[in-house]
């Protein structure tokens, strides 16, 4: 039976359950005595490993069948949960979230968890997690007193089965370990010349850490290969001790059926910790964000339990299909607006009447596509609380993630975007926003500090919001930093208003750190962040009030592709504001035009706003005017401008369509959109034009 045709749904249910997991092991952390939440932890490691075994992925479904074991003592109350515990059972949900990426990426799933298995064992026997930690010490002390490499293989069934198949044949299965010298630069070469050197002596099974992880150099200076081979041990280590730069080798020879290495050759070896062999093992692994497809049901107070809702069917569709579709679609909306200018020539009352039944249709059905390609912002969020908890332990700092809104929706291509511009946010906040604990209780605050996250609807917009009861933004901290670094003078810097002051710190190489730490202070992320975001069409916005918090706003379009503009004349060109920037359009007279500071001004509403004559800005040749002047009035975050046209047209809806790879930079310009009479209008970036 062939499984590959089931891979994809494998892998993103897989992402599913584990992203459940680690949803709920926070929430265990929190609840420690509530056993239904142990029991949905493990009916999501119960489908996993059912799912894994299936597939065939069997270091897979065997570590989650020992998370199990773990769980199952737990909620049969063996087992009291306490921090030490989780972070046992998070360390398997990363291992276990690796293999399942390993396995998206065309690979094989496996991973050396040996280590976490002992852990996991050792936690379902009802020992203590000392006695672990007393055991790698032991075992550091026998490595200091008898020195050997500190890695050490566990072979599965394949390979148990090639070692015992070879042995009946006269071939003998050794390890290898290998010691580079302390200042080899080049270990990844090295690594490849004593692996030749091998390969000419027998057969290589396997290596710790793995071939890649040597590849890469994300090892210390030690590894070893497993081969079998007919030649001796010392003839081996004598050809590996060839290679240049190798400081040390240790053959053993293999003995399945006794489960140990015998007839070890023991050289001279530096000492290194269990846990630290255990690293280089099984790689530091970062976090790998699970994004799941399906969006899952707000949680209640009470425990969680999830209600078979019968009379709510979901059909799960490549993202590449609704792609096609939209592109289509995009062609149905311009052939429309050809059709209602044609319609309009014609002046047909049988046509108009056809013609606006189909615009009305067509607009529901833009409507149901562009809801497809909706997702909820808890697919970016549901990353965010393991992330916080990790930091929080880091920094020796009490902080509780609040999440509202993640039932939010947004389109698709924004949301890949959005998550990384928020994890700079978030670690900032974290960092920057919140004190320590002592500090937090000399000024009369709880140790514990609050990041809230918040997304809500507001028009054709989304916002969320980043906000923090921390120590807040200094003014004159970021004010005088601001102007040792050059990016606002003394004379300037008076003028400001507190926002404008705030928002120095998204200027590029902007940061207010005494040091530089993993997390932040290195002057790059949020310059990043207010790029990528002003890229998708979105603006981003600083409060903040010293000594209670600071709350950072973004706000994005719902959708990228079709959107609703105000198409304008310039001397017989025609150009497509965004209705989204657009304040609201006026007609004003040529006296009433002043001069600030060498530029044209308006009084709006008691405000004075620049004008920007759109002629001059994209370099249209100019003929006499009218005494009056039609202006749109636009605005990016605070700042207003009025762009000054010929005429107006008309609100319309387009799709936007980039200017391909020859025209990235064109100042201005966001993109261009055919119009219903096979024109080409282009559309303005008014957060370009307002500085």
Known sequence: MDMNQYLEVFIEESKEHLQTCNEQLLELEKNPENLAIVNEIFRSAHTLKGMAATMGYEDLASLTHQMENVLDAIRNSKIQVSSL???????????????????????????????????????????????????????????????????????DQFERTVIEQSKEQGFQCFEISVSLREDCLLKAARVFMVFEVLEKCGEVIKSVPAVDVLEEENFDQDFLVSIVSKDSQEDIKKKVMKVSEVHKVDVRLVDLEKGKESDSQITEQPSASTEDATDRVTGKQANVASVPVVKKEEKKESAPSKQANTGNKTIRVNIERLDILMNLFEELVIDRGRLEQ?????????????????????????????????VPVETVFNRFPRMIRQLARDLNKKI????????????????????????????????????????RRQNGKPEEGTVTLKAYHSGNHVFIEISDNGGGISREKVLKKAISQGIVTEESAAALTDRQVYELILASGFSTAETISDISGRGVGLDVVKATIESLGGSI??????????????????????????????????????????IETAIIKKEDILNAHNQKVIDFRGKVVPLLFLEDVFEIPKQEGDDFYSVVIVR????????????????????????????????????????????????????????
């Open 342 to 374: 044609i319609s309009k020539e014609l002046n047909h009352p049988e046509l108009n009447e056809t013609v606006e039944r189909m615009s009305r249709i067509s607009g529901d059905l833009q409507n149901i596509i562009l809801n497809m390609r909706m």
């Open 541 to 582: 916005t600083i409060d903040s009030v010293l000594g209670e918090g600071s709350t950072f706003s973004i706000q994005l379009p719902l959708t990228l592709s079709i959107i609703s503009v105000m198409l304008v004349e310039v001397e017989k060109e025609k150009y497509a504001i965004p209705l989204s920037s657009i």
């Open 85 to 155: 515990i989780l972070d046992v059972v998070f360390m398997a949900v990363d291992d276990l979230e690796a293999m399942v990426m390993s396995i998206a990426e065309g690979g094989d799933g496996k991973r050396d968890v040996t280590e976490i298995v002992k852990k996991l064992a050792l936690i379902e026997k009802g020992e203590s997690l000392d006695n672990l930690q007393a055991q790698s010490e032991a075992a550091a002390a026998v490595l200091e007193a008898e020195p050997s490499n500190t890695h050490t293989a566990q072979y």
């Open 400 to 439: 509780e993630l609040e999440i509202i809104g993640a039932e939010t929706e947004l389109d698709r291509t924004v949301i890949d975007e959005i998550g990384d511009p928020l994890v700079h946010l978030l670690r900032n906040a974290i960092d920057h926003g919140i004190e320590a604990p002592e500090i």
């Open 636 to 691: 990016k975050g605070d700042r207003m401008a009025g762009l000054v046209v010929d005429s107006f047209i008309g609100q319309q809806e387009v799709v936007l369509k980039s200017l391909g790879n020859y025209l990235t930079d064109v100042f201005a310009i966001s993109g261009a959109t055919i119009l219903g009479d096979g024109q080409v209008a282009l559309i303005v970036d008014c957060n370009a034009l307002i500085k």
